[in-house]
Each structure stands twice: as structure tokens, then as C-alpha cells.
């Protein structure tokens, strides 16, 4: 029988996952052996050291990347058995993203932007969508500039912009990759305020890659990866227990 990820309250999940780079004297073992679920509604920050897996874990779980062996499941669907074209359009479908670079299209104005997943996705956004999205602009305080482009826009007012666009699609999950890692510590605070809050109010599913113990304590839940396994998983944590728990282990490498 086949257990869809849902069923088991997860919005991604992966099972045996190892992640290898290179070949021979040069093999890197980015993953080894890693089996963790994303919890439906809740934030969830991955933390470790420069080079621990955070971010393969991240692009595997997303379909970004492919796993060397084990499974890989998002949403409802599992990743592993999928071709090429499915399994874009299942990312398309299934996923957000929010990078540290932001990764906004500079030819298009904020709106076009935002709307950009539905547009790839080739559906006009429904009337119901289209009133999300508005919130979305109003909430995340864009509302003046939608019709502006990126670079006419602020470090923290374009991260927003690509909040708005991961949320907009209402997707499985949200993977945000050191989403404050260009901002200045209070734009940060921001951003992590208004992820924290999709989920809460929400119940976005946000899996958050971050090696920044401040960003990390926004999260319900905290995984820590040291090279390339989970040696923590557990709840909520100040930011001082998640920076003591950061150097509790030796720094990958
Ligand atoms: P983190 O995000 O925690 O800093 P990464 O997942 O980026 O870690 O990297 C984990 C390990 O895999 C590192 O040793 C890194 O050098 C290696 N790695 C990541 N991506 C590649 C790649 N495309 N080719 C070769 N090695 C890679
Ligand atoms: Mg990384």
C-alpha cells in the first residue's frame, strides 16, 4: 500500500535519503542516511554549520535536486517515481520558495512578480486567488508598489515580494534558504516575524533553512543537521539554547 506523506500529517517527507557529490577519491557525502518529515502548519527551521547538508536537504525535499538513493515525497506525491516534466510541475504545484537572494524576475513589475507562479503553472489566478493575493500585497505592506520593479525596491521590500509569491499559490511547503541572510538584523526580524506568522495564522508549512540561531528561534520546531545527519530534533528554542545547541558540535569539515 502506498502512504502519501499527508496521511501521516507531513507536507514533505524524505526516508533513507543519501546525497552524494563527485565520484571516487573525490565522493562528497552531502547526506547520509537522512529520514525527517515536515510537519503540516508548522515552521520549521534547519540549522548546522556551513556545509552540513542544510540546503541539499532542502533542494532534494523540493525537487530541486535529486537524491543518490531513498525516497522523497512532497505534498501528496512522491518525488522518487516522477520524470522530468511531472516533477516540475508538481514543484510548481507543491512548493514555494524564498532564497537569500530573493531570485525576483527584474523585467517584471511587484504584481507580475507575485502572480508569476500561476503564470508558469499556465492558470489564470481564480477570483477566490486573486483576493488572497491582494491580502497578501496589503498585509505584507506592498500595496504602494506593485507596480514598481525589484531594484526600485528595498533588500527587506523585495524578500517580501517573494514571501508574497511563495504564499500566493498557498503550496505544501514553503523552503526558504537563508531567507535573512542579505537583510540587516531588524529588516530580518521582520521577514522571520511575517513567515512565522503565515504559519500561525495560516497554517503554512515553512521549512527554513538558516545557520542563524536568532532567525532559527522564530520556528516551532528545530532540526539540526551536523555533517549530513540529524543529530537534534525537537521543539521550540530561545536563541541563546539554539546557539548553545549550535556549538555543541564540532563544525562540519
Ligand atoms: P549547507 O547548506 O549546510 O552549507 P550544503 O548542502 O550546501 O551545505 O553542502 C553540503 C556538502 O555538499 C558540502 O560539503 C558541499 O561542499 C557539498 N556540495 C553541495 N553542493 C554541491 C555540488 N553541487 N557539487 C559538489 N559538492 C557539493
Ligand atoms: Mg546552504
Do not use: C
Not at 527551521?45 to 552540513?52: L, Y
Not at 525537487?63 to 525516497?71: I, K, M, Q, V
Amino acid at each position: 500500500m502506498q502512504i502519501n506523506s499527508s496521511d501521516l500529517g507531513l507536507a514533505a517527507r524524505v526516508a533513507g535519503l543519501t546525497k552524494t557529490y563527485g565520484a571516487g577519491s573525490g565522493t562528497v557525502t552531502a547526506l547520509d542516511d537522512v529520514s525527517v518529515g515536515i510537519r503540516t502548519g508548522e515552521f520549521t527551521a534547519v540549522i548546522g554549520a556551513s556545509g552540513s547538508g542544510k540546503s541539499t536537504l532542502m533542494h532534494v525535499m523540493a525537487g530541486l535536486d535529486t537524491p543518490t538513493s531513498g525516497r522523497v515525497w512532497l505534498g501528496e506525491t512522491e518525488l522518487t517515481s516522477l520524470g522530468d516534466r511531472e516533477l516540475t510541475r508538481v514543484r510548481r504545484r507543491s512548493a514555494g520558495f524564498v532564497f537569500q537572494s530573493f531570485n525576483l524576475v527584474p523585467v517584471l513589475d511587484v504584481r507580475s512578480n507575485i502572480l508569476l507562479p500561476f503564470e508558469l503553472d499556465g492558470h489564470r489566478p481564480s477570483k477566490d486567488e486573486l483576493t488572497w493575493i491582494d491580502h497578501l500585497i496589503g498585509t505584507l505592506g506592498l500595496s504602494a508598489r506593485t507596480a514598481q520593479r525589484p531594484y526600485e525596491l528595498s533588500g527587506g521590500q523585495q524578500q517580501r515580494v517573494a514571501i508574497a509569491r511563495a504564499l500566493a499559490t498557498r503550496p505544501a511547503v514553503i523552503f526558504a534558504d537563508e531567507p535573512t541572510g542579505n537583510l540587516d538584523s531588524r529588516t530580518g526580524r521582520e521577514v522571520l516575524a511575517l513567515l512565522a506568522e503565515a504559519s500561525s495564522l495560516h497554517g503554512q508549512s515553512i521549512a527554513m533553512v538558516t545557520h542563524d540561531p536568532v532567525a532559527a528561534s522564530h520556528a516551532d520546531r528545530i532540526i539540526m543537521l551536523a555533517d549530513g545527519r540529524i543529530v537534534h530534533d525537537g521543539g521550540r528554542l530561545s536563541a541563546a539554547d539554539a546557539s548553545e545547541l549550535m556549538l555543541s558540535v564540532e563544525p562540519a569539515r
